[in-house]
């Protein structure tokens, strides 16, 4: 009996302490909401009203009106962090006057300097990353030298922030940090950058010339997409020097570049490259010829057929076809026309011209 | 003029709904694409601002409703896109959107663009 009433009295106990520990828990919550919510209604008038100032056509000098009820949420970190959060996505989405009023209320309540504390004291990478990003959307350009000392950062993902941040802030004129990097360009961080110029109107920057004889390859192999995508035809020595290069793929992003900014021997050059390239880049060559080579081609084109695989071989009888259709006449004399693989391979390509 | 805006980022939203309510027009909003056709439904507005990237329903498919369920009140869409969407952009003319908008968009740009809407309404 007294074993029975002991459990009763452990269990209503353990029900009691729980109880007690959802109750302060949700009074806890309850609470933190409540802020929130008022930390989120204060953020939210800061910023409509620098959105809708009085002055709609023009930014003015005089700063905004901040209550000292503001000012002194102001050194809450939790709601600094939200009012910084909520105006970086005002500006992410408005334009013009507004913008700069954004601009400017983020300055007068000194987030700036927050931003470029964090990144100057803050060890966590991902913080870094944030403040370099935070500073960027709010085109901070006095910030540069400690922005452009993070694009050569040991963190791939705090350098890349502080590339991308600072070709933002700079256009071409920032692609400076080639220069200096050590660390390889990503093929996704090459894609931010040239997505990012790609905004930008075009204009004849420098530099192309020195990255390509960059100590870092992945400096090379950027410096080759923008003189593709730019056609500096102006390069065209240069690059060409890059089809000697050790790298299996700088070579083959040298033979797209040259697809772009060829000239009349541009097919010779690649015809003599062949036969030293790997088969990757023999395949790239014979499909970048069908774009770029002449008649005069044909007979070299033809004569590579002796090596590589079926695919190597139907890309050579492609590209003859391509460049002139009457060359199939040509490919169907030669001895081993009537023999597998290439009597196939002609078929399928006389098919394919039809 | 009443005005539907369709916006799933609340910045947005709120920026959008605050210019248009003080250029003096009445403003319904919706925060997600299905929101949006319901009260399309319900208040059948002038003028229906939207953005393409939404939850549940998308932009595009607002524009079709709307052009498949009211072919006779020809409400007229703003389509509001971010940057390098040009593609969908086309998509939604195609579909029959009237204007469109990029982000980042200035308040002002947009009050300019809803006057004429606004004009041709009164004409």
Known sequence: MIYFEVVTLIFLGIAFLMICFIMINLTIRKNRRKKYAKSKLMADLLIRN????????????????????????????????????????????????????????????????????????????????????????MEQKEYLNKIYRCTNNKNELVRMEAQTTIVKLYGFEGLRFLDIISYQLTEW???????????????????????????????????????????????YEQVVECLTHEMENIRLETIYTLEKIYNADTANILLERYEHETLKNQK??????????????????????????????????????????????????????????????????????? | MKILIAEDEEITLKTLELRLKRDGHEVILARDGREALSKIEEHSPDLVISDIMMPYVSGLEIIAAIKENYPDRKIPIIILSGMGQEDTVLEAFQLGADDFITKPFSPNELTVRVRRFDMMKAK
């Open chain 1, 284 to 354: 790239t060559i014979v499909n970048v010829l069908q774009n770029i080579a002449s008649d005069e081609n044909i007979p070299t084109l033809i004569n590579f057929l002796e090596q590589g695989d079926n695919d190597l071989k139907r890309m050579i009888v492609r590209t003859v076809a391509n460049i002139n259709p009457a060359s199939i006449f040509q490919l169907k004399e030669l001895p081993e026309a009537n023999s597998h693989p290439l009597s196939q391979i002609i078929k399928q390509i006389e098919g394919e011209l039809i």
């Open chain 1, 189 to 235: 961080q090459q894609i931010k950058l040239l997505k990012e110029l790609s905004q930008l109107p075009p204009e004849n920057f420098s530099g192309i010339e020195k990255w390509l004889k960059s100590k870092n390859n992945s400096v090379i192999v950027f410096a080759l997409k923008l003189a593709r995508n730019y056609h500096r035809f102006e390069l």
């Open chain 1, 50 to 137: 620098a959105i809708f100032s009085e002055h709609d056509d023009a930014v003015t000098d005089e700063p905004f009106p901040i209550t000292g009820r503001t000012q002194k949420m102001l050194s809450n970190p939790h709601f600094k962090r939200l009012l910084t959060k909520e105006l970086l996505a005002a500006k992410n989405n408005i334009s013009g006057v507004s913008a700069l009023n954004l601009k400017k209320l983020y300055i007068q309540l000194n987030l700036d300097k927050d931003a470029e504390e964090r990144l100057r004291n803050c060890k966590k990478w991902h913080i870094k990353a944030k403040a370099i990003q935070e500073l960027g959307v």
